[in-house]
């Protein structure tokens, strides 16, 4: 990120922080919660906005998973938590700019698995962004994909992809869950198909309705609505059992191909956050989650909790990596053709 646009954010900071230290003001004389661990400097923490940057489009469930996020931590901390949309590169832009920021708890990031676990199989080892430079604050939920075919296509299940030829496939974007799922199943299946990828799952939906492509993988909490509408068709799921959403669509895993693969999402900070900042900001998703807002918002997008600890994530990412590279490997699949 460029000393510019660091700059930006910091002022952009710094005068949403003067609204919020006068709200927090009222909070405070009318009991709300504004508490929180001291900063370096002994100030109170948080001193003003706490913003969550989410590397995916407006819209789509990465985005809306950090505004439901951000409405319960509001509440809990007692300052604003705007969300900002920077997309691009499955995120790596927005995670970058935000492990550039201070360590101090006001700058947050929205992470997909994704970019931790597949896309470093699809760019190069400078272009992949580490873990490593983050602190993992909490697991939030599971995504499943879901394979959906176009109505014009007139595909109903594999067989008819397998029996086809000239298949354009739309992706979420270069080093996806998305691509690396279809790029493993056509391996396995041996479908022949051309993949056109996207910036985030909202767009290659749009693309796969319009008939744009002939099929996407897109998360289930995405495209759900336009399933029940008909206006695509779901031939396969990618998760490791049937979901409990689509009980009457089979797994790629039901079909004899080893394809279990699903989005994973955590709350992620600088490196280096002193521990009263990150405990507290760890009882404030914990907060958030416990809300019946946010579990309704979980149920209504067909969400699975998987509400871990940031440790736990970074076990569970870096195992997931050795699993994806190791089927890329198997099957000869290169995820940095598209």
């Known amino acids: 990120m460029t000393s510019l646009t660091r700059r930006t954010r910091r002022t952009r900071r710094a005068l949403l922080g003067a609204t919020a230290a006068g709200a927090a003001l009222t909070l405070a004389a009318c009991g709300g919660n504004v508490a929180g661990g001291a900063d370096a400097a002994g100030a109170e923490f948080p001193t003003g906005p706490v913003t969550i940057t989410v590397g995916q489009a407006a819209g789509g469930s990465t985005d ?141 939906l749009t693309a796969v309705v319009g008939d744009q492509v002939q099929v996407a993988t897109v998360q289930l909490g995405e495209a759900k609505p336009q399933i029940d509408a008909g206006k695509v068709v779901p031939l396969l799921a990618f998760s490791a059992e049937r979901n409990q959403f689509l009980p009457d669509v089979p797994t790629a895993v039901e079909e004899g191909y080893d394809v279990p693969v699903s989005q994973y999402r955590a709350v992620a900070a600088p490196k280096g956050l002193p521990e009263d900042v990150k405990a507290r900001l760890v009882e404030s998703i914990d907060a958030a989650m416990a809300s019946e807002t946010y579990t309704a918002f979980n149920e209504n997008n067909l969400l699975t909790p998987h509400e871990i600890s940031g440790e736990e994530v970074t076990t569970e990412w870096t195992e997931l990596a050795e699993k994806y590279r190791a089927l890329t490997d198997e099957y000869d699949i290169s995820l940095a053709e598209g």
């Open 64 to 204: 809306l998973i950090a505004r439901a996020v951000a409405e319960g931590m509001a509440e809990d901390l007692g300052v604003s938590v705007p969300v900002i949309n920077r997309a691009g590169a499955n995120g790596a832009l927005a995670t970058e700019e935000v492990a550039a920021e201070p360590a101090d708890g006001h700058e947050l990031v929205l992470l997909n698995a994704s970019l931790i676990t597949i896309t470093p199989l699809a760019v190069s080892d400078d272009e992949a962004v580490d873990l490593s430079n983050l602190d993992v604050l909490k697991g939030l939920s599971q995504d499943d994909y879901v394979l959906l075919a176009s109505v014009e296509s007139g595909f109903e299940d594999l067989t008819d992809l397998q029996d086809a030829s000239d298949i354009t496939y739309g992706t979420t974007g270069v080093g996806t869950g998305s691509q690396l799922a279809q790029a493993a199943l056509f391996a396995q299946a041996e479908i022949d198909g051309t993949a056109v990828p996207f910036d985030s799952g909202s767009p290659a």
